[in-house]
């Protein structure tokens, strides 16, 4: 479980098909220097972009991650290339403090980048394009949408387009200022929408 408050950036190193059915992501090791405390374990799961994966290797250098075939077909990681950046955080603690909201790093797909330009204040407009308007249901004004593994709230619905205003801390201390349209980002829209969903159903019938 995630609270979609990210950690971390870091820049891929390589994509790579690996000897066995999977794909081998590896990325810079961010959390290098707090390892003395909080050391990144083998079978850990982080959040790469709002997608939730296993370490299967790390040191100070670089962590790697195998993605499967399914992961490839329903995220924007595939699209990945060396020198990319990507948006990290740790599985949450018991004892963290919730700054966001739930994120399971199950993602619902990829949205494509409509527009982003800079706001007054040095906030930013962000928009993005469902690709099924279907999961608009799920989706609310003022209401928790996860991008890119960035816990983000609805400014604004028109047609199939959400809009999003990114503070400046957001923008700077994430890659979400690394996009431009026409890019792909991973969404995840808030779970508790479905459970509403699904305890309303097992109502009805």
């Not at 999961?135 to 960035?150: A, E, I, M």
């Not at 205003?165 to 995840?188: C, M």
């Amino acid at each position: 479980m995630f609270t979609g408050i990210i950690q971390k950036t870091a820049q891929v190193r390589s994509l790579d098909q690996n000897p066995g059915a999977s794909v081998r992501l590896e990325i810079d090791n961010p959390y290098a220097s707090e390892t003395h405390s909080d050391p990144i374990l083998i079978g850990e799961s982080i959040a790469t972009n709002g997608v939730c994966l296993t370490v299967v290797e790390s040191d100070a250098d670089f962590l790697r991650f195998d993605l499967a075939p399914e992961t490839l077909s329903i995220t924007a990681l595939s699209r990945l290339k060396a020198g990319v950046r990507v948006n990290l955080e740790r599985a949450m603690k018991l004892s963290d403090r919730f700054s966001g909201h739930w994120v399971q790093g199950h993602v619902d797909g990829v949205a494509r980048v409509e527009r982003t330009e800079e706001m007054k204040g040095e906030c930013h407009l962000l928009e993005i394009r469902m690709p099924d308007p279907a999961l608009l249901k799920y989706c609310v004004l003022r209401g928790s949408f996860t991008l890119d593994g960035v816990s983000l709230t609805i400014h604004g619905i028109e047609g199939q387009c959400l809009q999003f205003q990114i503070i400046p801390h957001t923008w700077k201390e994430t890659a979400l200022s690394d996009l431009y349209r026409g890019d792909l980002v991973n969404f995840e829209v808030d779970i508790l929408a479905k459970y509403i969903e699904r305890l309303n159903h097992e109502h009805k019938t």
